[in-house]
């Protein structure tokens, strides 16, 4: 079954670009009709959906980081990556890619990677 | 401010049967869109439980149901057992955006 691993630095300097990348085994990133999302997790708190790419490389991100958000997709390397940029202190959270099912009415992720932490730190 | 509104907190004994609600509005639950849930037991990643308000994936008991009613939803925990003690999450579609509820810690007591 399909499995997705984050992986990147585990500690940013403020003012940085916070960097991850998610590597999809045990299936195509461009098989099937599916979404790759990041969603992020501050210690303690809630889920926070950040935005998603479709391998075309069409992406759709949360407006309130649209600014700082740049996702991207390597279909060669089954990958996909996150880039964040201008980080703070706010941004330290757990980071989590998934992959996102959709329809006309529905769109949810069920597959998670298990998720890495990231510290804004100087 | 969480778009979907969770109780922060629930409560049950073993055995007994537990609900989370889900409050949305017109714009998310209320135009339609689905409602899903995820469980996250302590320190591990959100897992899908309920698909499309009332669907269960593979391997997920039967003790677990979901249901949608106007701009609100709800997950039902019959049986309650101690390895259900996690954090529950609704979430749905607003706006192109994936929305997710502020989370509700289930305790088994």
């Known amino acids: 079954q399909v499995q997705l691993q984050e992986s990147g630095p585990g500690l940013v300097k403020p003012s940085q670009t916070l960097s991850l990348t998610c590597t999809v085994s045990?299936?195509?990133?461009?098989?099937?009709?599916?979404?790759w999302s990041w969603i992020r997790q501050p210690a303690g708190k809630g889920l926070e959906w950040i935005g998603r790419i479709y391998t075309s490389g069409s992406t759709n991100y949360n407006p309130s980081l649209k600014s700082r958000v740049t996702i991207s997709v390597d279909t060669s390397k089954n990958q996909f990556s996150l880039k964040l940029s201008s980080v703070t202190a706010a941004d330290t959270a757990v980071y989590y890619c998934a992959r996102e099912r959709y329809s006309s009415s529905s769109r949810y992720m069920d597959v998670w990677g298990k998720g890495t932490t990231v510290t804004v730190s100087s | 401010q969480s778009v979907l509104t969770q109780p922060p907190s629930v409560s049950g004994a073993p055995g007994q049967r537990v609900t989370i609600s889900c409050t949305g509005s017109?714009?998310?639950?209320?135009?339609?869109?689905?409602v899903h849930w995820y469980q996250q037991l302590p320190g591990t990643a959100p897992k899908l439980l309920i698909y499309g308000n009332s669907n269960r994936p593979s391997g997920v008991p039967d003790r677990f149901s979901g249901s949608k009613s106007g701009t609100s939803a709800s997950l039902a925990i019959t049986g309650l057992q101690a390895e259900d003690e996690a954090d529950y999450y609704c979430?749905?579609?607003?706006?192109?955006?994936?929305?997710f509820g502020g989370g509700t810690k289930l305790t088994v007591l």
């Open positions: 045990g299936g195509s990133i461009s098989s099937g009709s599916y979404y």
């Open positions: 017109s714009s998310n639950i209320g135009a339609g869109y689905d």
């Open positions: 979430q749905s579609y607003d706006s192109s955006l994936r929305v």
